[in-house]
């Protein structure tokens, strides 16, 4: 079936001539997933919405100083959004959490890329299937054997296993929780 992606454009930031010196020898990607990796989720593991239905950011303890220093790693987030296909979140206000997340983050982030479907889609994006991950080394030139995924859950570890990632390292480990 035909399967839709989104990807975020490509950063104009301070990590874009690190990005292109990278790209002549192959890049290396830090994988990243979203909720309950790098933003806290809610009693329903559910990212949290306020009163006006606004996906709240909330950086996880140590996500900040652990990623600001990073420069030999593109910075790539790949989420399941499923919300998306049932109709509660919108994809603009999943991108606008995003944007917020770089913002907070000091605008590090290269790209990321979001899977709106559910089971019932069977898409080639949904993790633990490790499309988003192959899709954006595609785009971004990333060695998957020398890159690394991060993740709270053994789905993002079998994405990553299935997408060649060469080595996965649970959050909590990570960031030293
Ligand atoms: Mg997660
Ligand atoms: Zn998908």
């Given at each position: 079936m035909f399967a839709i992606t989104w990807t975020g454009a490509p950063r104009e930031d301070s990590h874009r001539l690190t990005n292109?010196?990278?790209e002549?020898?192959?890049n290396k990607g830090l994988f990243?997933?979203?909720?309950?990796?790098?933003?806290?989720?809610d009693q329903d593991h559910e990212l949290p919405v306020d009163a006006r239905d606004k996906i709240v950011v909330e950086l996880l303890p140590g996500v900040a100083q652990k990623l600001a220093p990073i420069r030999d790693h593109l910075l790539l987030i790949v989420t399941n959004q499923s919300k998306i296909k049932r109709g509660r979140f919108t994809i603009a206000a999943v991108e606008g959490a995003l944007r917020?997340?770089?913002?907070?983050?000091?605008?590090i982030?290269?790209?990321w890329q979001i899977c709106p479907h559910d089971d019932a889609d069977h898409c080639h994006c949904r993790k633990p299937q490790g499309g988003m991950i192959?899709?954006?080394a595609e785009l971004y030139g990333v060695d998957l054997k020398t890159s690394t995924m991060v993740g709270d859950q053994e789905l993002d570890e079998r994405a990553a296993r299935a997408a060649g990632v060469g080595k996965f390292v649970y959050a909590k480990d990570f960031f030293g929780w």
């Open positions: 292109l010196m990278a002549i020898t192959g990243l997933d979203l909720g309950g990796t790098l933003v806290r989720l917020e997340l770089d913002h907070k983050l000091g605008d982030l290269t790209a192959t899709d954006l």
